[in-house]
């Protein structure tokens, strides 16, 4: 038995399992995926000099009001004020080009202290930040995780190939929202895990997920409501879908209010009004010419419409339209159909994209886009939506090299906000056409 034993042990070491170069290239993208990471954390460890985390100053400096039993929110005035110094800022710095003056202007405003814009949410946000003392370099790492988090789950959930990592690594905006310290990085990879917890039926798991990621951000309630409807109408939904999610829906409910009954009734009651009236607050309510540079900045449809000259109350109006719209021929389309989880994610995020009022780029749109259309792409499609992909990536970066005065994000203007007339929509399009391609259940 020892001698079979023997001969088993050295017939398996002389049948090797053949090499596979597909198995080593998953391996080096993850490797190399991990590499751009840890470079990330190096440069929170050494920040360059020019690091500048003005959203979460913005954060800090709310959560430091509440230390004082001060509201977090400005004023009226205030809050126009801060808006039209950037503006001023944004002029001079222009007019600094232009004069050849802009080496001594850059150097004067490197000495001074960062001025961050105002607190745009409700108090959880600076609550968080208020009972945890969370300090900028430990926010910042919480945001490199939560890349690595929707990086993982997503590749994990779609079947995609880990090359796609590549336009993670590669976009611009992601940067920018790390370097500005910006929580949309958190909450997109909570969304995305949300969303996963509830397609698996860990309804309860998701619950206080959804209620965190709403109190910090409440239009991301769109998301949840575009994402439930989608999966209600997809024929891969399990029976007693809306009863299976009224205990765990009630209990999102309950952590909400709960949170709310936290808070002071002062501060209740000026965070009803600054919600109530958020438009007010932003630069949305100046006229379009004294926008700038947030009207660069800001890559949502109704910004595009208020620069265009559209009143604010219609441009509200025309941007629900076209969302219900939009949703109404997606819930048509995946009717019938077996529509899988990428697809019911992605059509949810660019309607969520589309319906927000600020959102200062698409991230992650690339990589959910491309990972998602790739299978059912014939060569020629593959290579010009390559293109179109590498050319919105590009122009990004070269955009912030750009004289435009504090540079941003992307090349759009506020008079030609292409990425929101053609980026949004156009990715929208691509996802309404593939569900074509999901095979119909006969009943």
Known sequence: ME???????QLRRQIREPFSYASLIRKL?????????????VGTIQPPPNSNPVDFFSYSNAAEALSQGKSPYPSLEDARSTWLF?????????EARISGQWDAVRHELSDQAPKPGTYLYPPTLARLVLVTGLSQKVFTYLL???IL????????????????????????????????????????????????????????????????????????????????LLYAASESTPKGLWRRWTLPGLLTLALGLFEVLCWSAVLR???LHYMLHLTDYLW?????????????????????????????NMATIGVSIVWAVMLGLSLWRAKGRDVGFAQTFALALILLYWARPVGWGLVYLEFVLLSILWPSLTFWRRLALCAALGLLMASRKWAFVLPLGLGGPTQQGPSHPWEA???????????????GARPRVVS
Request: proline share 5%; charged share 10%.
């Open 3 to 9: 001698t079979n034993g023997m001969k088993e042990k």
């Open 29 to 41: 993208c993850w490797a190399l995926f991990g590499i751009w990471l840890l470079s990330l954390i």
């Open 86 to 94: 950037f503006h001023k800022l944004d002029q001079d710095i222009w």
């Open 144 to 146: 490199i995780f939560s």
């Open 149 to 228: 988090g929707f990086a993982f789950l997503w590749m994990r959930e779609s079947g995609s190939h880990p090359l796609f990592l590549v336009l993670v690594a590669g976009t611009f905006e992601i940067y920018t929202a790390l370097r500005s310290g910006n929580v949309e990085l958190l909450l997109l990879f909570l969304t995305l895990l949300a969303a996963v917890l509830l397609w698996h039926r860990k309804d309860y798991w998701a619950a206080p997920v959804i209620a965190f990621i709403v109190l910090v951000k409440p239009f991301y309630a769109l998301f949840f409501l575009t994402f439930g």
């Open 269 to 271: 009651a000026d965070s």
């Open 284 to 312: 949305l309510a100046l006229s379009p010419t004294d926008q700038t540079p947030m009207s660069r900045w800001n890559h949502t449809p109704l910004q595009a419409f208020v620069s265009a000259g559209v009143p604010l």
């Open 421 to 435: 007339w053609l980026a949004l929509p156009g990715s929208w399009a691509l996802l309404w056409w593939s569900l």
